[in-house]
């Protein structure tokens, strides 16, 4: 969703790369700048006019002027910036004291109350909750239906106690709900209202009459994150109207251009709590401000991916494999494990949202985009088309067995002949990278065996090397290491100077694994 402004951005730092002192004239340059990405992401004026006034008052002042590296200030400035206007801490839910906590949702119709009151109620679960959704819409056609369905695949509890499709009292619904759920002991109660297609009384008189009877601890909000302004607007009639304490955004994943998350807490004063980014139940999780910011200026989210990656891996096994792979060479790590592995990532979500977290990824997000996922199915058909022997000793693989192989997981035998000669070229470079040798061509990992030596090595060479006494030779050399410097410069995106990412080669002791 903040391709386009993370793309403008990133252009916009760029020009301030390798300057010693920002002049007046750059910072005002580069405000505009700031301010026409923005606006062009359909952030609200408002929102817009505090955001670039900041940065121009911080800007200005000492703390850029007296930098070491003024660019690199300002890039801090503005991810400091976006995370208050995105909210600045991020807001937990509140409990109630005395269960059930009852949770209200409000909303337009089609800003995926339902499905959200879904995702809401799996993430509570995960939590060690006990919720039960609600069903008080009952107006829409198949709404109830389409909650019922919702909580069955999330493996949580429905109240829907009417029909639906114009029959029943959405108020007595969400009254009885709490006493249902106190005497079932759940202990949150997450009321799914109805909407319409705009704001009208009828719609904030139920939604208030709701609100007074079940009296919530917490409303929220939920937003449509792909209509922009118009998100603003809307939030704010239901913040007069009715009240809410809280932001849902739903349809982050789209590809309209992110206005509405970074006008919303602005303008309301209420921040986000969640986001909804995917089709998927477990697409949903907290709203951090500071994450968020550092996606958007290509700075990856390394947290929410070490997060996802504990709740998905035990520690046990990753030692397991550490060991495997540790020891002779990684013969030990087969194809089972390496398939084990391959499943764990799965269920971490998209390969290319994992991807998209990595700091640096989004110059390349073009490439990162148009990754096949089915190709992960096609390498778990092709080992579990393998016998138990076959997957241990890969070596055994020869010409008629891995006919049988292509013929068992309807691929070509050079694909199965692909995977064998990647696996072990993968085996290999894990291998050594866990005994601390470090990637083919580059150093060993810090604080891992194997590096320390080199590192002494190079610290070694370094201290050995002199300067000339030449004072014209000298400043030939220091020339030429500055300019072998601003080559290598990664900028503010890790990428080399004057890349615009389309031409981005991988190295080529990973091209072997991309197939």
Same mark, same amino acid.
């Given at each position: 969703?903040?391709?386009?402004?993370?793309?403008?951005?990133?252009?916009?730092? $760029?020009?301030? =790369?390798?300057?010693? =002192?920002?002049?007046?004239?750059?910072?005002?340059?580069?405000?505009?700048?700031?301010?026409?990405?923005?606006?062009?992401?359909?952030?609200?004026?408002?929102?817009? =006019?505090?955001?670039?006034?900041?940065? $121009?008052?911080?800007?200005?002042?000492?703390?850029?002027?007296?930098?070491?590296?003024?660019?690199?200030?300002?890039?801090?400035?503005?991810?400091?910036?976006?995370?208050?206007?995105?909210?600045?801490?991020?807001?937990?839910? =509140?409990?109630? !004291?005395?269960?059930?906590?009852?949770?209200?949702?409000?909303?337009?119709?089609?800003?995926?109350?339902?499905?959200?009151?879904?995702? /809401?109620?799996?993430?509570? $679960?995960?939590?060690?909750?006990?919720?039960?959704?609600?069903?008080?819409?009952?107006?829409?056609?198949?709404?109830?239906?389409?909650?019922?369905?919702?909580?069955?695949?999330?493996?949580?509890?429905?109240?829907?106690? &009417?029909?639906?499709?114009?029959?029943?009292?959405?108020?007595?619904?969400?009254?009885?709900?709490?006493?249902?759920?106190?005497?079932?002991?759940?202990?949150?109660?997450?009321?799914?209202?109805?909407?319409?297609?705009?704001?009208?009384?009828? /719609?904030?008189?139920?939604?208030?009459?709701?609100?007074?009877?079940?009296?919530?601890? &917490?409303?929220?909000?939920?937003?449509?994150?792909?209509?922009?302004?118009?998100?603003?607007?809307?939030?704010?009639?239901?913040?007069?109207?009715?009240?809410?304490?809280?932001?849902?955004? *739903?349809?982050?994943?789209?590809?309209?251009?992110?206005?509405?998350?970074?006008?919303?807490?602005?303008?309301?004063? $209420?921040? %986000?709590?969640?986001? *909804? @980014?995917?089709?998927?139940?477990?697409?949903?999780?907290?709203?951090?401000?500071?994450?968020?910011?550092?996606?958007?200026?290509?700075?990856?989210?390394?947290?929410?991916?070490?997060? !996802?990656?504990?709740?998905?891996?035990?520690?046990?096994?990753?030692? !397991?494999?550490?060991?495997?792979?540790? *020891?002779?060479?990684?013969?030990?790590?087969?194809?089972?494990?390496?398939?084990?592995?391959?499943?764990?990532?799965?269920?971490?979500?998209?390969?290319?949202?994992?991807?998209?977290?990595?700091?640096?990824?989004?110059?390349?997000?073009?490439?990162?985009?148009?990754?096949?996922?089915?190709?992960?199915?096609?390498?778990?058909?092709?080992?579990? *088309?393998?016998?138990?022997?076959?997957?241990?000793?890969?070596? %055994?693989?020869?010409? #008629?067995?891995?006919?049988?192989?292509?013929?068992? #997981?309807?691929?070509?035998?050079?694909?199965?002949?692909?995977?064998?000669?990647?696996?072990?070229?993968?085996?290999?470079?894990?291998?050594?990278?866990?005994?601390?040798?470090?990637?083919?061509?580059?150093?060993?990992?810090?604080?891992?065996?194997?590096?320390?030596?080199?590192? !002494?090595?190079?610290?070694?060479?370094?201290?050995?090397?002199?300067?000339?006494? @030449?004072?014209?030779?000298?400043?030939?050399?220091?020339?030429?290491?500055?300019?072998?410097?601003?080559?290598?410069?990664?900028?503010?995106?890790?990428?080399?100077?004057?890349?615009?990412?389309?031409?981005?080669?991988?190295?080529?002791?990973?091209?072997?694994?991309?197939?």
């Amino acid at each position: 969703m903040f391709d386009t402004l993370s793309d403008r951005l990133a252009a916009t730092f $760029k020009n301030l =790369r390798g300057k010693g =002192r920002l002049s007046e004239a750059d910072i005002d340059a580069t405000a505009r700048e700031i301010r026409i990405a923005l606006l062009e992401a359909d952030v609200a004026l408002p929102a817009v =006019r505090a955001f670039i006034k900041q940065v $121009k008052e911080r800007a200005l002042g000492a703390e850029v002027s007296q930098a070491l590296n003024p660019a690199q200030q300002v890039i801090k400035i503005v991810n400091e910036e976006l995370i208050g206007i995105l909210g600045g801490e991020t807001r937990r839910l =509140r409990f109630a !004291k005395n269960p059930p906590t009852v949770i209200m949702l409000a909303g337009l119709q089609g800003a995926g109350k339902t499905t959200l009151a879904g995702k /809401l109620g799996r993430w509570l $679960k995960g939590q060690g909750h006990a919720p039960l959704l609600v069903a008080c819409d009952l107006q829409r056609p198949n709404a109830v239906n389409q909650l019922s369905v919702v909580a069955e695949r999330a493996g949580v509890a429905v109240y829907a106690p &009417e029909p639906g499709n114009g029959v029943g009292d959405p108020v007595k619904v969400a009254e009885d709900s709490v006493e249902y759920a106190r005497s079932k002991q759940y202990d949150v109660v997450i009321v799914d209202t109805a909407g319409r297609l705009g704001i009208d009384q009828e /719609l904030m008189r139920q939604a208030a009459d709701i609100r007074d009877a079940v009296r919530p601890d &917490e409303i929220l909000f939920v937003v449509d994150a792909m209509i922009g302004q118009d998100a603003v607007n809307t939030a704010q009639a239901f913040l007069d109207g009715v009240g809410f304490d809280g932001v849902v955004l *739903s349809k982050l994943d789209g590809d309209a251009r992110g206005g509405a998350a970074l006008s919303v807490a602005h303008v309301t004063g $209420k921040q %986000i709590m969640f986001a *909804s @980014n995917g089709e998927k139940l477990d697409d949903f999780d907290a709203f951090h401000p500071d994450r968020m910011a550092s996606r958007i200026l290509g700075m990856g989210d390394m947290l929410t991916l070490i997060e !996802k990656a504990e709740q998905t891996f035990s520690q046990a096994e990753a030692e !397991k494999m550490a060991s495997k792979l540790a *020891s002779s060479k990684g013969k030990d790590f087969t194809l089972d494990d390496f398939l084990s592995q391959m499943e764990q990532v799965r269920k971490m979500g998209s390969i290319s949202k994992l991807l998209g977290m990595l700091p640096g990824m989004g110059q390349i997000k073009d490439q990162i985009n148009n990754l096949d996922e089915r190709d992960v199915d096609r390498t778990a058909a092709i080992i579990k *088309s393998m016998t138990p022997g076959e997957r241990q000793d890969p070596t %055994i693989i020869n010409g #008629s067995r891995r006919a049988r192989i292509a013929r068992g #997981s309807g691929v070509e035998v050079s694909a199965v002949k692909n995977l064998v000669e990647r696996f072990f070229e993968a085996r290999k470079m894990m291998s050594r990278m866990a005994q601390g040798g470090g990637m083919p061509g580059m150093p060993g990992i810090p604080g891992m065996a194997g590096g320390g030596a080199r590192k !002494k090595k190079q610290v070694k060479q370094a201290k050995g090397k002199q300067r000339s006494g @030449n004072p014209q030779k000298r400043r030939a050399e220091e020339a030429a290491a500055a300019a072998r410097r601003e080559q290598q410069s990664g900028g503010a995106f890790d990428l080399p100077a004057g890349s615009d990412g389309q031409n981005f080669e991988l190295p080529d002791e990973f091209k072997k694994f991309m197939g």
